[in-house]
């Protein structure tokens, strides 16, 4: 079974509105981080937020939220006032066992999200 | 948060050639990370580096075809042996790093890649 599954595969939306883009995932720990990276067409890989399982309030950082439903198992992204740069892959992902030394993401399958002027 | 450089940004092969990839980091960290991006496709982790000792790989990735140096702790290198179609990728050097939030989690940085393309 696949651990996150991010179900849009390309999203649009209006230059100044909001978006949200979906992400659940699955894990019998306790302990775990979630991530969100976007990668614009030159590849990189630019961190955006995180959220742990035990953090109590959802996280903001500028524009970006996350929409953290821990019983649903969800993690959703939103992003407010949406600007042209935006426009890029949007990628889930989760780092099981915290307290362990190892450090492994699993990612999901990405989100392209387009903005329109 | 930790600055990455990766070498080279991108290169065209041939198949049956080998190719390695540079990653330096501008401070000292622990544990180096090697993902791959395939065309299309999510990232995948290759292998963690640890300075002074062999390289942990992940299931489907083996030694000889990615093999993985880490002489000290700011550099290691990865390299695509004897190189096919199906290499054709992105790969990603990254280090853990950069406490964030009240919970002071450390969040994975990438370096910019490096576009690999076998012909």
């Known amino acids: 079974a696949q651990k996150i599954t991010q179900t849009q595969p390309g999203m649009f939306v209006q230059e100044k509105e909001a978006v949200t883009l979906d992400c659940t995932y699955d894990?019998?720990?306790?302990?775990?981080?979630l991530f969100w990276y976007k990668q614009p067409s030159s590849g990189e890989m630019i961190f955006l937020i995180y959220?742990?399982?035990?953090?109590?309030q959802n996280a903001t950082e500028g524009r970006y939220s996350l929409n953290f439903q821990k019983a649903r198992k969800s993690a959703n992204l939103v992003i407010s006032a949406s600007q042209l740069g935006d426009s890029a892959m949007y990628f889930c992902?989760?780092?099981?066992?915290?307290?362990?030394?190892?450090?492994?993401?699993?990612f999901g399958s990405g989100t392209r999200l387009l903005v329109r002027p | 948060s930790a600055v990455i450089s990766q070498k080279p940004s991108r290169d065209i092969c041939q198949r049956g050639t080998s190719l390695t990839i540079q990653c330096q980091v501008d401070?000292?960290?622990?544990?180096m990370f090697w993902y791959r991006q395939q065309p299309g496709q999510s990232l995948t982790l290759i292998a963690t580096?640890?300075?002074?000792?062999?390289?942990?790989?992940e299931s489907g990735f083996v030694i000889d075809k990615f093999p993985i140096s880490r002489p000290n702790l700011t550099f290691s290198t990865l390299t695509v042996s004897n190189m096919s179609p199906e290499d054709s990728s992105i790969y990603l050097c990254?280090?853990?790093?950069?406490?964030?939030?009240?919970?002071?989690?450390?969040?994975?940085?990438f370096g910019a890649g490096s576009r690999l393309t076998v012909l």
């Open positions: 990254s280090v853990e790093f950069r406490a964030w939030g009240p919970s002071g989690a450390n969040v994975l940085t």
């Open positions: 894990t019998s720990d306790q302990s775990y981080g």
């Open positions: 959220q742990g399982s035990y953090d109590e």
């Open positions: 992902a989760m780092r099981e066992g915290l307290m362990d030394s190892s450090y492994k993401l699993i």
């Open positions: 401070s000292q960290v622990t544990m």
């Open positions: 580096a640890n300075q002074g000792s062999e390289a942990t790989y």
